[in-house]
């Protein structure tokens, strides 16, 4: 009975099929048998991976299993402690793919949280507020402006209530509910007025409806039944690295081989040469590649969740840096989704409004000065009209304020109800004219809803002196047909072709600054004219003054489009407001410029083919009046174009666009929980420049993962040319096996994760997006990576080589080369910081971790070359002075190159910065 045509049928028979009551709802014991059948009231999840089969996938990669093979040979041959070493790699690498998977579902834990968490509803002849999850087809939900709709109901009774149904339909505009009528069965679902659905809201009224179906059996839950989430992979960039790992498994385990031969056909004995083919294996495969790489992902995913920026796809952190267009949706994104009142006109005088948002903070200006509102009596009516035809509530902190602390108290304002309405109450309250107070002193009897076709709402109002006041608020053309007196100061007097003609020049002249405009008028009422109110009674009205409203764009938008500008990003504003508002807002945020770009209505992009589209579009900044539908066209074009391209959006008609779009980004606040599924990131406060923060920080991942590559391949080319070179030049080995076990660890464990988190380039947002095509290798990484294997290799060698020819000293050659390839590494990954920059120009303590890696390094190096305990199980004797010389001077030799250009490459600057003297 679930897809049961609720809306074809009676309140009555939807309360006898649910055996419920109006009055007293469900019991509590029905309520219990019903959550045993129908369960609870959320969107089924995939079935989770238990903990210890996702521990064990981690196994599965192909470099872990040859690991894995080199422990067991380690063992066989009685080497314990080799195997225990590699066995430690590769559990460690295990444990950090195990926490990344993890954190990533403790993050879409969190996101759950955005979502509204209760539900009114009627038990045991009680109001009750209960936990969304826990509603059941047959309860009474209790509804009231502001509330968020958790399932699927039949209208029993409504008072002037209208639904926020576009994330459902894709309707811009509230719709009017209605109880008691029944619609055909073939009804389509934006006509269905008699429903209320789940993912949408009440903007203005009040009702009750029967829970008809909950989880998946509402229509949120069958769209997100055919928008499953897909499957996880690895993304792009792990699997470039995979197939590399391989590649240098093979080319290493030939190189290993190579050594083992030549070294036996020396003399060596088969069991050292084994092993130190296994030891150099384990130091020229990069196992802690794939493991940094998770890390570097994992790390930089938490630190977009501290800017709000939720990535619920890996492959999402890579793109983010190949992104050439974002298109984001206006309102709350690149506006503040809080209207604010910015003027007014009454009794001829036009009047600034200060402040933003719902902050009451802000003051009325008459010619840059403050208004003393008790002495303009036009203004004042005006605002009062205004708060009283209005049914939305100023809260602060959800509390609603009064008294003399409302002025002191600070953040935390909001509104309950349609912005529009709000935001005139906020303005107001700037007058220190409060809503709450005229509430007291007059009650409101009766209301004339709005309706689209009357473009008005009127209320009425019985005073202390049973005095009847009848208060309008609509479009200006509609109400001003309705008036026969203008309000001024000393009351009300004959309106005039004139003045009308001077309030028709006011309201064009907000409009044409994007203000959206309401008119305000009232008239006293007889006691008699109250007893059947209609709307005959809207006429002979006193026009009290315009209201000009507008949703002002954030402030840190405007900033975030500028680095989308250097950083060679384009941004477009879609919105379905009217097209002058759209531009107006994108003249402001510096998005359109007249004569420069293009803005376009959904009207227009209907009657463009789709190869027109897409002759335009790279030159088009502004959509405006477009459906959601339209946004998969846009989407398409862009890509036709070669654009990478983000694209926002919230409700469900959003998803198609979402999943087209390379990233697809959902809103937090208001998107719905089928398109957050349907999405690649979601922000979690809806601003555009979290956007842009989550862009700088995939761009600055990549280049962290760049690093540690360049860092990781260079220094196992190093160590396998040491031994590869000595085995081919009949030199005795100059580093045992393990010692290549310990340079492994000391160098690529904790130097290459603190490059990882290596604080983002200042400049990396001046930078052109990358091709999603470059490779990893791009940009002459190869070279710098085989050159600086090559140094290394022929640096160790070297020293073994002085050391071992003028002192013949095997032990003592053997760790100055074991101290020469372990400080290589660690001067190298300062390099590693910046493919540009030298470290002299770049501030150490910028990455207080790398240093800190480094100094451990250094220490637990210096361990095993001077504690006596060590010294025996890894075969090194210590060094004079004259041997760290050699050894830090060959070591250290390029950072001495870097410090003379950075020398030489200042002169010219300071050179160019002195004054010429001609």
Known sequence: MDREKWYARTPEEVLEFWQTNFTDGLS????????????????????????????????????????LGATLISAFLGEYADAITILIIVLMNAILGFVQEYRAEQSLAALKKLASPTARVVRNGMVQQIPARELVPGDILVLESGDKLAADGRLIDVFNMEAEEAALTGESLPVRKIADRNFNEDAPLGDRRNMVYAG???????????????????????????????????????????????????????????VVITGVAKGESVFLMCMAGISLAVAAIPEGLPAIVTVALALGVQRMIKQQAIVRKLPAVETLGCTTVICSDKTGTLTQNAMTVRQIFADGNSYDVSGAGYDIKGNILLNQQEIDITKDKALEQCLVGGALCNNSVLKQNNVTITGVWRKKTENGWSIEGDPTEGAIIVAAAKASIWQVDLEKKQKRIAEIPFESERRRMSVIYRDSNNNNILYSKGAPDTILELCRYYQTNAGPASLTSEYIAKINTISERMTGQALRVLAVAYRRLTPAQTQNPDESLEKDLVFAGLIGMIDPPREEAKASIIRC??????????????????????????????????ALTGKDLDSLSEAELDAIVNNVTVYARVSPAHK??????????????????????????????????????????????????????????????????????????????????????????????????GMPMPLLPVQILWVNLVTDGLPAMALGVDPNDPSIMRRPPRHPGESVFSRGLTRKIVGRGIQIGISTLLVFSVVYYFQNDLALARTAAFATLVYCQMFHVFDCRSETNTIFELKFSTNKYLLA????????????????????????VPLSLSDWLLVLTVSGWTLLLNGFKHIFKRRPARRAALPQNR
């Not at 504003?573 to 759209?582: Q, R, V, Y």
């Not at 719905?672 to 761009?699: C, H, P, W, Y």
């Not at 361990?863 to 199980?873: A, D, E, Q, T």
């Open 28 to 67: 509590s014991s029905e309520v219990k048998t019903r959550l045993d059948k129908f369960g609870f009231n959320e969107l089924a999840e995939k079935e989770k991976t238990v903990w210890w089969k996702r521990f064990l996938a981690q196994f599965q990669d192909f470099m872990v299993l040859v690991l």
């Open 200 to 258: 949408t809201s009440i903007v203005r009224g009040r009702g009750r409806a029967v829970v008809c179906a909950s989880g998946m059996a509402t229509e949120v839950g069958h769209i997100a039944g055919m928008i499953q989430a897909s499957t996880e992979e690895a993304t792009p960039l792990e699997k470039r690295l995979e197939h590399l790992g391989k590649l240098l498994v093979w080319g290493c385990l030939a190189i290993c081989l190579v």
């Open 565 to 598: 500008r250097e950083a060679g990003i384009k941004t477009v504003m879609i919105t379905g407001d009217h097209k002058n508002t759209a531009i107006a807002i994108a003249q402001e945020l510096n998005i359109f410029k007249e004569g420069q770009q293009k």
């Open 632 to 729: 998969l066209r846009i989407v398409r074009a862009l890509k036709h174009q070669g654009h990478i391209v983000a694209m926002t959006g919230d409700g469900v008609n959003d998803a198609p666009a979402i999943k087209e779009a390379d990233i697809g980004v959902a809103m937090g606040l208001t998107g719905t929980d089928v398109t957050k599924e349907a999405s690649a990131m979601i922000l979690a406060d809806d601003n555009f420049a979290t956007i842009v923060a989550a862009v700088e920080e995939g761009r600055g991942i990549y280049e962290n993962i760049r690093k540690f590559i360049r860092y990781l391949l260079s220094c196992n080319i190093g160590e396998v040319l040491t031994m590869f070179l000595a085995s081919l030049l």
């Open 853 to 876: 890696a480094v100094t451990f390094s250094t220490i637990m190096q210096l361990s095993v070359m001077y504690i006596p305990f060590l010294c025996s199980i890894f075969s090194t």
